[in-house]
């Protein structure tokens, strides 16, 4: 969360000449490239390139150490701020004309340069160079003394291997401080794409089949099998298994013996099982029992184990509503079967698993694209932390390059922003964006009316509620919402500022819905 610790920041700059920024001499490859981060970016900023020094030489901003000369006053600031919390925690401290930048880990100090890029006027709202907003900015030194600790320790995002332009994905996730990318399949090949920003890679997927009933011991021990195989080939440092059952509703066990099992208890005693199985082969690893289509309800019988973890998947959630809001009737029974399951686990041990950043979900129920509804997203994250949850991810398995080429979507930005920091103002947020990206703060009426026509249609089960699809309120605000846009799109002069007003009509108009397209 981004605690300030002091009243204001003095906003003194120094001359546009080049400064220096000082390493330890075993920096390690994610703190050099905080460093080469910093130097690109300045460099952009209209600023001399800043060179890179070898402590005990001395410069003008330290990255990943303290001078040695630092004061006792800024030592114990940047000390004390940072025992005892989370790894990806940093501070950006000002001590004796000099800025410190540091992290409770190299990927921390990471985090510390690309807040201090921020502080700067440097923003990310998606991927892709052509989407960052640099301004011509002087470097500041002076006035900094702040620690930043992330509302979540796990924030992350699936995608497959293969999306298009995927390394500007992850170069976007690691500026916007996400823990990692999760990849769904053929691990090896984005592991070392995303290892080398900073991020945590891990292994998220379908890999068991369908049938769990416990008297089927021939299809136990086909499991087992298949589970040594394919985790013998995964790093050793993998100790948290995210192998899911299959993508479909599972049916009861027809054996007698266990006709009082819910599928859930099917599941979670094959959980069990598979994980005894790899602590034979990895001692001390953890398996995650998916709540998902079918194990939502909680299981009757069967209990949770000191190596199991829950992932929850609330893939049917409506995405009109929060869910803490009572109004919606599918998020009641989702959240009331979740508390169940979370009392059972454990918050420390949950992993929530969303859907926000999923467009082959809403593609499916046709109707727009990413949902824009803030305040609901906000008020999910912000449950989650309430309830002491410490890990949170999302699909986005299909948004990639082509996706950002045709639409401007704020959800890809706010997700990340709120799992760093659950406090943040989203309309504040919004409010710049609109000014920063599109250079016209009156865009946030476009926006608005999107929200307001998002909350009319409900998309829940995967499928849309067309109830309000022909309303005339409906129609109204996102027939508003496009004309305001083109108006937008024909004020704007440059290349980018038109294509930028481009994707938002696009993004507008993708609410319109064919008569074709599923309702409930």
Request: aromatic share 12%; net charge negative; proline share 6%.
């Given at each position: ?36 981060e910093l130097t690109s970016y300045l460099s952009r900023m209209g600023n001399e390139p800043p060179v890179t020094a070898w402590a005990p030489q ?32 940093f501070v950006l401290r000002t001590a004796n004309r000099r800025l410190v930048i540091y992290g409770n880990s190299p990927r921390a100090s990471l ?400 609410r319109y819905v064919e008569e074709h397209g599923p309702r409930n």
């Amino acid at each position: 969360m981004g605690l300030k610790l002091c009243s204001f920041i003095l906003c003194a700059s120094i001359s546009r000449a080049g400064i220096s920024i000082v390493l330890d001499p075993h920096a390690t490859p994610v703190e050099r490239l905080a460093a080469s981060e910093l130097t690109s970016y300045l460099s952009r900023m209209g600023n001399e390139p800043p060179v890179t020094a070898w402590a005990p030489q001395t410069g003008s901003i330290y990255l990943g150490l303290l001078p040695a000369d630092i004061d006792a006053d800024s030592r114990h600031f940047i000390e004390h701020s940072l025992a005892g919390q989370d790894a990806d925690s940093f501070v950006l401290r000002t001590a004796n004309r000099r800025l410190v930048i540091y992290g409770n880990s190299p990927r921390a100090s990471l985090y510390g340069a690309y807040q201090y890029l921020q502080s700067l006027g440097v923003r990310w709202y998606y991927p892709g160079e052509d989407n960052e907003v640099v301004p011509n900015a002087y470097i500041r030194i002076e006035g900094y003394s702040v620690r930043h600790v992330p509302s979540f320790h796990k924030r992350g995002i699936i995608v497959f291997p293969n999306t298009q332009g995927l390394d500007d994905l992850i170069a976007f996730a690691a500026r916007m401080k996400l823990l990692g990318l999760h990849s769904s399949d053929g691990y090896d090949a984005a592991a070392k794409r995303i290892e080398a920003r900073g991020m945590t890679a891990s292994l998220e997927r379908h890999f068991f089949g369908d049938n769990f009933c416990p008297d089927d011991q021939a299809q136990l021990e086909r499991e087992r099998k298949r589970l040594i195989d394919f985790a013998s080939q995964l790093p050793s440092d993998m100790h948290e298994f995210f192998l899911w059952v299959a993508d479909q509703f599972l049916s009861p066990c027809a054996s007698p013996d266990y006709a009082g099992y819910n599928v859930s208890d099917l599941v979670l005693r094959f959980s069990k099982e598979m994980a005894r199985t790899l602590d034979q082969i990895r001692p001390g690893a953890r398996f995650a029992f998916l709540s998902y289509l079918s194990t939502w309800d909680p299981p009757k019988f069967e209990k949770p184990d000191g190596r199991l973890l829950l992932e929850w998947a609330p893939i049917s959630q409506s995405f009109a509503y929060s869910f803490v809001d009572k109004e919606s009737v599918v998020n009641t029974q989702l959240r009331t079967n979740f508390e169940k399951q979370l009392h059972m686990f454990g918050p420390g041990n949950t992993q929530v698993l969303g859907y926000w950043l999923d467009d082959t979900l809403f593609s499916r129920a046709h109707y727009g694209k990413l949902p824009y509804n803030p305040e609901a997203l906000k008020s999910d994250l912000a449950y989650f932390r309430h309830l002491g949850i410490p890990a949170v991810t999302t699909f986005g398995i299909m948004t990639g390059r082509d996706y950002f080429l045709q639409h401007a979507s704020p959800s890809v930005f706010l997700y990340p922003a709120l799992l760093w920091d659950v406090t943040a103002d989203t309309r504040s947020v919004m409010h710049e964006y609109c000014r920063t990206y599109f250079g016209d703060e009156k865009a946030m009426a476009i926006y608005d009316l999107i929200a307001d026509a998002d909350r009319m249609v409900t998309v829940e089960n995967g499928r849309i509620g067309g109830e309000n699809l022909n309303a005339p309120a409906f129609l109204e605000k996102v027939a508003r919402a496009a004309s305001l846009t083109t108006a937008l799109l024909e004020r704007q002069t440059s290349p980018v500022m038109r294509a930028r007003a481009a994707r938002l009509l696009a993004e507008v108009v993708s609410r319109y819905v064919e008569e074709h397209g599923p309702r409930n």
